[in-house]
């Protein structure tokens, strides 16, 4: 097992142990809605229908980034797959640096995930650290075409790398790498943080390099620089790791500021979000998307059903938070009183 490999398998480890909790909160329970006790609404007919990257879509959310090693990333994304096409939601996939090395297909990162999910916006996914390390457009498209993707992810885990004992820490240089991949590549970029937020300003100069989309994936969910504490075997590393369990922008927050500074932009709310009710938060303060990761990754290692299951739950809290809005679909929901 490469080393890449084996320190994806140690990732999902810690995060389904429980052991990566955010030192902060998401900042949802600080935002609530104003209760409309006489909607004139019919709560089956609520609409959450919402466009995105060329595609309809039946709700607005992703399943977001994670990953592991072959064996289980293929089990996993192939159950995600199957029900981001079943619930008409979108996907992607976690990093797919240790395939792109791999010779041949990688189980899991394959067309195999296409023909699952023929319908579903699929996004691939590459670490901004890479891109100035020998990464460019060519491996970009094909990380595009190892799955027929959508878009394609470029996260960005300045804390993770710093945590990591392994970590590249050298980030000379990756803004602009970015910013001429942008405009290279014939592809929507997202830009994604992995768990400490992106502020207003670093929104705006994604935006005005031309990315598609920014996902400010905030604190309140899984702490990065804790799971490489974790799994540290350093004294040193891990106490460094140890006092960033609180570092980073709530996901609230980071949503409500950069859609503040950045009106039109197409901005995915993920970061901690534990429900439907969080969900329809999230859009609420302006998330166009809403992305899910840690919370369905217990679902996925079960079955394709699990996680249907799961996501059936968030969809009927969030048409219940439209219904107690008075809201019969997402516009009117972005437009909901909130208290105070």
């Known amino acids: ?22 030192g902060l909160d998401n900042g949802f329970g600080e935002v609530r809605f104003v209760h409309e006790a006489l909607p004139d609404l019919d709560h089956g007919k609520i609409d959450l229908g919402t466009d995105f990257l060329g595609r309809r879509l039946k709700a607005p959310l992703l399943i977001s980034s994670m990953t592991g090693g072959p064996a289980r990333a293929e089990a996993i994304n192939a159950r995600l797959a199957e029900a981001a096409q079943h619930l008409g939601i979108a996907l992607a996939v976690g990093s797919q640096r240790a395939a792109l090395d791999a010779e041949g297909a990688t189980p899991g990162l394959d067309m195999a995930l296409r023909l699952r999910a023929p319908d579903t916006p699929i996004l691939a996914n590459i670490g901004a650290a ?11 498209r094909r990380v595009l075409d190892m799955i027929a993707a959508d878009a394609l992810i470029v996260h960005l885990n300045p804390l993770q790398e710093a945590c990591q004992p392994e970590g590249d820490r050298d980030w000379w ?25 992106i502020s207003a300003a670093t929104a705006k100069r ?7 989309a920014v996902d400010v994936a905030g604190a ?8 490489e504490g974790e799994r540290a075997e350093g004294e040193g590393d891990k106490a460094h790791a140890a006092a960033f369990a609180d570092w980073g922008i709530p996901t609230a927050t980071a949503i409500a500021e950069i859609r503040a500074a950045c009106p039109k932009g197409l901005i995915i709310g993920s970061g901690g979000i534990h429900d439907g009710v969080e969900a329809a938060k999230a859009i609420r303060l302006g998330a166009d998307m ?15 059903e699990a996680v249907v299951e799961h996501f059936h739950t968030v969809l009927r809290q969030m048409r219940t938070v439209c219904f107690c809005t008075g809201s019969a679909n997402l516009a009117a929901l972005r437009k909901a009183p909130l208290q105070g």
């Open 1 to 22: 097992m490469s080393d890449i490999v084996n320190r994806k398998d140690q990732h999902l480890d810690v995060i389904l142990a429980g052991m990566a909790v955010h």
């Open 206 to 212: 994604l935006f005005a390099m031309g990315v598609a």
């Open 130 to 140: 890479q891109l100035t390390r020998g990464f460019g457009v060519d491996e970009a």
């Open 220 to 227: 309140g969910g899984s702490n990065w620089a804790t799971v």
């Open 290 to 304: 809403v992305g899910q990761a840690a919370g369905v990754l217990g679902a996925a290692t079960v079955s394709t």
């Open 173 to 197: 240089g990756v803004g602009a790498a970015l910013e001429a991949l942008v405009k290279a590549i014939d592809a929507p970029v997202v830009v994604k943080e992995t768990g400490a937020g």
